[in-house]
């Protein structure tokens, strides 16, 4: 069940006129950045987060075109054009454990991680990419089963048409491989 607008204006800063409601849980998008304000500054060099952030922004839209940022409850979600879902961050709950979900799609070999969260075990599902494995001496493969249950369907029935597909698509190349 989707938290209130009041719950969630006592839990997060909120500022603006747009529904709080519709941003966090994926129904419509944070921001959305477009040629006009996809310019970087190749001069300007700063370690300020504000400034890596904006840097990132960038970096996205000079590899994807315009995109639209959704980030709710659970995570970000970056849309391309033809609604193309390029970048996936989310931390999602299963069995009382978090999970870190992880897909980029913008060179046209997805990486997908999925990861345990915890500081004994680090447990992985990882597609496309080098596993993290020298996080933890105590490194486990996580099985192609455990990480579907993960993206079970029903964990996301309260978000929004883009968290939905996202873990659609997700789980179709994870089945596929």
Not at 136 to 147: G, I, L, N, P, V
Request: a negative charge; hydrophobic letters at 30%; glycine letters at 6%.
């Amino acid at each position: 069940m989707r938290l209130t607008k009041d719950e969630l204006l006592k839990k997060y800063t909120w500022y603006g006129e747009r529904d709080i409601v519709a941003v966090k849980y994926g129904d419509e998008p944070l921001y959305r950045v477009n040629n006009d304000t996809c310019r970087i500054d190749h001069e300007k060099s700063s370690s300020d987060t504000i400034d890596n952030i904006e840097f990132s922004k960038h970096w996205l839209c000079a590899i994807g075109g315009n995109y639209a940022h959704y980030e709710t409850l659970i995570g970000g979600v970056d849309v391309f054009p033809n609604y193309h879902i390029g970048a996936v961050d989310l931390t999602v709950k299963y069995n009382g454990k978090a999970y870190s979900v992880e897909l980029i799609d913008l060179y046209g070999k997805p990486q997908i991680s999925i990861t345990l969260i915890t500081p004994y075990i680090f447990r992985e599902y990882y597609l496309n990419q080098p596993s993290k494995s020298w996080i933890s001496t105590h490194y486990e493969s996580m099985s192609k089963d455990e990480a579907l249950k993960v993206l079970d369907k029903k964990h996301f029935k309260d978000y929004g048409t883009v968290i939905q597909d996202a873990i659609k698509k997700i789980r179709e190349i994870v089945e596929r491989n």
